[in-house]
């Protein structure tokens, strides 16, 4: 059967819901009825959502948590979290209220540098192109003056922009690759906008270069678009006490698990297929942070594992050292985050988590979410050198098993008061369930 619709953008929300479920659906009243419950009774908050995207048929929710007793640089902040897998914010929890007890968290930002680049194919004399760049330069920072003016007024704007002759790795390729500060927002449309003005006031001036032949003349442009890599957008969390204060009723013997866990980084630091775990279970922290405040997680993801990868081989992101008998562990990340547009101002749970965290500036935002990562590393490096992440996992999936069977609450009570003295596996607890209910 041929499924391709035309001019599917322009039905209407019902007519797109009546064609997907026509043609997709055997059972289409429960189709409609779960998207439809899925619809916010208030019209107008529903609207915004419907706008957020195109062809929006409804919402699809996840659950917004929290992790309190985060102390960061002297100040106590209570996490907010967007995440669906069962253990994430109980293990930031757990460690949150763990370092608490050990001085907290501090937190750095290191520098907060943007990137974005105009690509574009020049074929013809270096030299007359480096002295074109060299005469256009102060051109093309002005002529963006009616995009940089505001930002520029809060103390941001561009910083440089350089020629880079990338032609020894592709024929004829080369780029203005510019630098910005874009204090508190993100940045993407203000960086995107300055760099495809770029490009039009290169062309138009190339065009009008004495010093180039007609065919010199002729340049390119490839594509303007910012890089999601910012290496040199850094931020650094760090936690630290003696060895022997580690000591708490999950570590009886902290001069064996500092060792361990010191051990465990040290494996992530230099075996890839460790490094892409350990760093998920970072990002575990750090997108649902990103998730909850609004920002674009996918440009967090792919910055963060370029940048550990930037030695030339996938590594971790944190680090563990244990000297004179203080153990410490930090991570250091780049994180391009704003506080203010994009999201951050039209989403009203977004605009929650921003008062929940006392409305930080991107700064203190990377400092959060940095914070979240090494967080959730510590639990996860934790349990793993411990008893073994599956205890606690399970502990936590056992609700997504029991609601799976629909149980009652009073089975749930029964059956979580069962698993605090069983090992929690699928099989184990569809017994219990099927025990109970015989
Ligand atoms: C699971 O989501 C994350 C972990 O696998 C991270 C890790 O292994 O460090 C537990």
Known sequence: MDN???????????????????????????????VQQYWNSDDKL???HDEFIENTITNYYLPLGVAPNFLINDTLYAIPMAIEESSVVA?????????????????????TEKIGQVHFIYKGDIAKLQAFFKEVKSKLIEDTAFITKNMERRGGGILDIELRNKTEDLTNYYQLHATFETLDAMGANFINSCLEQFAVSFKTEALQFEGFTEDEKNITIVMSILSNYVPECL???EVSCDIEDLKSKD????????????????????????????NKGIMNGIDAVVLATGNDFRAVEAG???????????SSLTHCSIDNGVFKFWIEIPLALGTVGGLTSLHPLVKFAMEMLQKPNAKDLMQIVAVAGLAQNFGAVKSLTTTGIQEGHMKMHLMNILNQFEATEVEKVKLVEHFKTHTVTHSAVVDAIEALRK
Do not use: C, M
């Open 251 to 278: 570590i009886p013997n902290p001069q064996q698990f500092a060792q361990k866990f010191k051990q465990a980084v040290s494996i992530a630091e230099i075996e890839p297929y460790r490094a892409v775990t350990h």
């Open 304 to 314: 963060v594992h370029a940048y550990a990868a930037k030695d030339g081989k996938y």
């Open 4 to 34: 391709t619709i035309s001019g599917f953008s322009k039905l209407s929300k019902s007519e797109k819901i009546d064609w997907l479920l026509n043609t997709y659906f055997t059972d289409q009243d429960s189709a409609r009825t779960l």
């Open 235 to 237: 931020v650094r969390a």
């Open 91 to 111: 293990a930031a929890s757990k460690a949150a209220k763990f370092w608490l007890e050990r001085g907290g968290f501090k937190a750095k930002v290191i520098s």
């Open 46 to 48: 529903q609207k915004l």
